[in-house]
């Protein structure tokens, strides 16, 4: 059963277009949420994060929204660049006594010039 | 300040053979985590390791083993390999145990045939 649900394996932006990748999670519990991006050939790399407390945070041209009642968040990149073409994985965690975190299975990002 | 390394960044094995991967945190982290990376599962938490002690664990089964270092590197064991063991396998170190923002590394490509 997965927990944490990236329902789109792939999207397709043009240069200076908003990107949006989605996450769904079942787990109540999960009150932290990150998203991380991924190059090729290397690991992933922590990009913005929210916790449960609130259902925006922003930082320069990404913004992750988080709507509790729907399990849901997003990811919006804007405006997206070439250079943001990776996958995109949203994790989630439990906190409490066990911060283990948990991934979705990632969004694969283009973004044509 | 150097990144998160692991080694071999390659490897093939057969089945039933056993293999060590090796992971070296970025200096001054004690927080080592290995995550387990295939097409189909995404990314799946194995365990983590906070001075030289396991702290969390995943749902692997007990082939798949870690240990840690005084001086906070990392090794995980796979015993009796299986095909579906091959996988890229992540290695992410913190600075706090049970902490949300992890540096990954590069991975190590495994293939078992």
């Known amino acids: 059963d997965q927990q944490v649900k990236q329902n789109s394996p792939s999207l397709s932006v043009q240069e200076g277009r908003i990107s949006i990748l989605n996450c769904d999670y079942t787990n109540s519990m999960f009150d932290y949420f990150l998203w991380y991006k991924k190059y090729p050939a290397e690991g992933p790399t922590f990009l913005i994060s929210i916790s449960s407390i609130k259902d925006k945070n922003e930082d320069g041209r990404f ?3 988080l709507n509790k009642s729907a399990k849901h968040l997003s990811l919006h990149i ?10 995109y994985f949203c994790a989630a965690s439990d906190g409490g006594s066990n911060y283990k975190l948990t991934f979705g299975k990632g969004t694969l990002l283009t973004v044509n010039p | 300040k150097a990144g998160v390394t ?55 089964p007990g082939r798949f083993s870690g240990r840690q270092f005084s001086n906070s590197r990392s090794e995980m064991n796979v015993s009796t390999l299986e095909l579906g063991d091959s996988a890229l396998y992540l290695c992410a170190s913190s600075l706090r145990p049970s902490s949300y923002e992890q540096y990954f590394g590069p991975g190590t490509r495994l293939t078992v045939t």
């Open chain 1, 63 to 65: 913004t992750v929204f």
């Open chain 2, 6 to 60: 692991q080694t071999p960044r390659y490897l093939i094995k057969t089945r039933g053979q056993q293999v060590t991967l090796s992971c070296s945190p970025i200096s001054g982290h004690r927080s080592v985590s290995w995550y387990q990376q295939t097409p189909g599962q995404g990314l799946q938490f194995l365990f983590e390791y906070f001075s030289e002690t396991q702290r969390n664990k995943g749902n692997f």
């Open chain 1, 78 to 87: 804007v405006p997206s660049q070439p250079g943001d073409s990776a996958v």
